[in-house]
């Protein structure tokens, strides 16, 4: 099936430091999606993207994140400062329209020190 | 408030026999349905998708899923499981939002094991 990649798939970092999560989603997809998963528990929604805008953010998507998808490059995750609560696994996600099936990623795994 | 409950925890079932996960979702909306299996140290992988029409949907690796409205559950069946099906399931239901865009809702998820 489609293929979205995910650069790195693993990061550690001290506290405080920034980290970007970088996603090539399948290449005719239009919305973009990131989520979190915290080991062994289910995946939370943190945001998706369309048009070069956000269109919705949970909760979870703290002041501290902030995404992007210059020119049609990488869609990124950026954590700016990280901080200990944000170690997880990062999965994006791409899906042609909005509502229709979302291809994920393998995940960044983000160790935050 | 939108959600996606799995009742099971964990799941474990001899090969051959046969599987059901629960799933049971509450969203007011038209409710577009997904099964995901995750692998170990692995992203999602769709497994079957339900939008409309025929209630009973089919998926792969012979996986199949029926939507019953009435009980607002998606339950995924399967007739005959392999070792290999040992993973994590997740359901999902997609929520709508302005603009047309959407999220998903997982469930906690299911961590079926396949004995020998």
């Known amino acids: 099936g489609p293929k979205v990649l995910q650069i790195p798939s693993h990061q550690i970092i001290d506290m405080g430091q920034m980290v970007t999560l970088n996603c090539d989603p399948v290449?005719?997809?239009?919305?973009f999606y990131w989520y979190k998963q915290i080991l062994g528990q289910q995946m939370e929604f943190l945001v998706n993207?369309?048009?070069?805008?956000?269109?919705?953010k949970s909760k979870l998507f703290k002041d501290q994140f902030s995404v992007e998808r210059p020119d049609g490059s990488y869609f990124t995750l950026k954590i700016q400062p990280t901080a200990l609560e944000d170690s997880a696994v990062y999965f994006c996600?791409?899906?042609?329209?909005?509502?229709?099936?979302?291809?994920f990623g393998p995940g960044t795994r983000l160790t935050v020190l | 408030a939108q959600s996606v409950t799995q009742p099971d925890a964990r799941v474990t079932v001899s090969e051959g026999a046969s599987l059901q996960l629960r799933c049971k979702y509450s969203?007011?909306?038209?409710?577009?349905l997904f099964w995901y299996v995750q692998y170990p140290r692995q992203g999602l992988q769709l497994l079957l998708k339900?939008?409309?029409?025929?209630?009973v949907v089919q998926g792969v690796n012979g996986f199949e899923a029926e939507f019953i409205k009435s009980n607002s559950s998606f339950h995924l069946r399967k007739a005959s499981v392999h070792w290999s099906d040992s993973a994590v399931y997740f359901c999902a239901v997609s929520v709508s939002h302005q603009g047309g865009s959407a999220k998903l809702i997982f469930g906690e998820g299911t961590k079926l094991t396949v004995s020998s």
């Open positions: 339900y939008y409309s029409g025929d209630p």
């Open positions: 969203y007011s909306g038209t409710p577009y």
């Open positions: 996600a791409s899906s042609l329209l909005g509502g229709l099936e979302q291809y």
């Open positions: 993207f369309y048009n070069g805008k956000v269109m919705e």
């Open positions: 290449s005719n997809h239009l919305y």
